[in-house]
């Protein structure tokens, strides 16, 4: 190449015989996009369970933290899965460190998964049938204001009989306080680390989305979760559940709206090819689902559909944001057009000069 | 052993004699990366990967491209003009992504300040793979685990230079100090330019750039991409405090989102 070709203004880039400049992202399917939905439907499960048991609803807070606790396990399972070497999961703990979202977020996952299991005990050693559901607007206090309309006597339910007394008269204050630490703390971390995840990351489809994912990715955890929670609960008590599928399914739109704005040519994965067909099915879902939960108050049925589209665009968009991800690392095109515009912008990336020499 | 250790690739001697990949492959018990022919040029392995230490890069330039002097092309006829070859390696970056990302602590830094997979301790996340702005790492998938050049990390132990550079006939690749080798690469490129080949670049060795600088940098003879290399890479995890901050703004609307539809009923 000489100077004067140089000059010539980005007519044509080259490559090496059109191969990637980047490796693409191993993470294989189903395990991955699983994961982030099961990590985002548990995350914003806890959150929203927490909320329930602070409000009093106690059967949403019941469904809410058996989620949470399930979605944790079986997100962690298919996590594992995804290892080239599973039975060294384990490695992961071995260190703490805060530049790997992979190590943060697996002790994100360590602790989550600990906080929801005993949180989810407790409720469901303290379940009981449930008389009337929750009607009076309720006090936000730590020990839940019951609603008036339930016995005041406590019926000791089944499972607890069966739990060795101290457990049994531990278990709910330590179910309270794990429920309220993972919904303020690991809950809201588990929906939007994986996003960090996949942004720090050389994939130019995930790195220069690193302002939109978080939201879209938290908007989506916040859609699965309702809709779980309007699947799974009676309606009388689900009317939080669907008002955060809403807001989610709203969130998540519009952060993929200002990410296919914002983004340019790295953004181009997201519109074409396989990601964007999947990408489009996703939006269609969510935004049709969050739409008919505002409307299906009255109906069990459209309820029921409107959980299921917005749990498949949950499930989907993950997906879709996989094989963006791919296909970015694997045209030349992503990388190197957007490094050649820096350096013919004169703002080469640079770095401070290392800060320490080697011993 | 106090300096850092690095190799100085010139591309301007390589003959394209692969016995850098061959001599990697024998002393590191490398595996064979399948045999695939891949009909563009004379290079059939592609690409660095888990099981590709060394990558001889062969690219024709055709007779489009203007003739360097002393090669007689008028630029109208058809054919190959010249060949750039290059053997590519991983860089052993300053700021290494991929040792950063490591959530098992698998990669670490050698005495030498080269960066190095422990085998033993690589749980195959595969995080470094996409983390790295150079597709170097990969992940070898009857393995399991990722794999990469190591700087023959056991024969510096020994006092000895890699087998690469100890093979290559050329002096293509060079082994030494760091320091020493930048300015023995700075001196090479001003005689090139004299001797009229003004396209005669350094690629990585500048310990200001997007990775603070490579632990093996290269002289080539055209731009980066046309070896398959990223113009102007940047180490991911530099903007990290930047993803965390819209992360935590993210979680915070998300409680925010879940308060909010619990307040408004009742
Ligand atoms: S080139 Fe890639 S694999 Fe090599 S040290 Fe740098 S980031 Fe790591
Ligand atoms: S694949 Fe191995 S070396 Fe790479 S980041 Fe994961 S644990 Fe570390």
Redesign the interface.
Known sequence: ??????MVPEAE?????G?????????HEPHMPTYLYLGGLS??SS??GA??R??G?GRLARTAGVTAALGATAGAVFLVA?????E??L??L??F?P?????M??WILAVHSGLTAVAAASEVAGARPVSRP?V???AFRVTGARPASRPAARPVSRVAGYLPSAVAAVLPLAGGAASLIA??ATG??M???T???L?????PA??EA??EL??M??GS??ASA?AAGMLATPRAEA???R??AV??AA?ETAAGAVLERRLGLAGEPYHQGKAGRRMRAARVLTAGGGLLATVAGRSRALTALSGLALTAGSLLVRFGVLEA?RAS?AD?KY??VP??R??AAGE???????AR??? | MTERMGFFTDTSVCIGCKACEVACKEWNDVPDDGFVFRATSYDNTGSLGASTWRHVAFIEELSRVPAGPGQSGDGGSEGIEGWLMSSDVCKHCTHAACLDVCPTGALFRTEFGTVVVQADVCNGCGYCVPACPYGVIDRRERDGRAFKCTMCYDRQLGGLEPACAKACPTDSIQFGPLEELRTRAEERVERLHEEGRPQARLYGASPGDGVGGAGAFFLLLADPEVYGLPPDPVVTTRDLPTMWRWAAGAALSLVGAVAVSFLGRG
Request: charged share 15%; no cysteine; glycine share 8%.
């Open positions: 190449m000489t100077r004067e070709r140089e880039f080259r490559s090496y015989y191969q990637p400049v980047i490796k693409p992202p191993v993470w995350g914003a959150v929203m909320a329930a602070l409000s609803y995804e290892l080239g070497r599973p060294r999961f490695n992961m071995r260190v460190k530049t790997s979202p992979m190590s977020g697996s929750a009076a607007r309720p919904g303020v809201p971390l929906a939007t680390y996003a960090v995840l942004a720090d990351t050389a994939v995930w790195h690193h302002r978080p939201f990715f938290a955890a916040l309702g009317g939080p559940a008002a955060v807001l989610g969130v991800g690392a030349p990388t190197v490094q050649r820096r350096l080469p990336a640079s770095l401070p000069p290392p020499t080697w011993p």
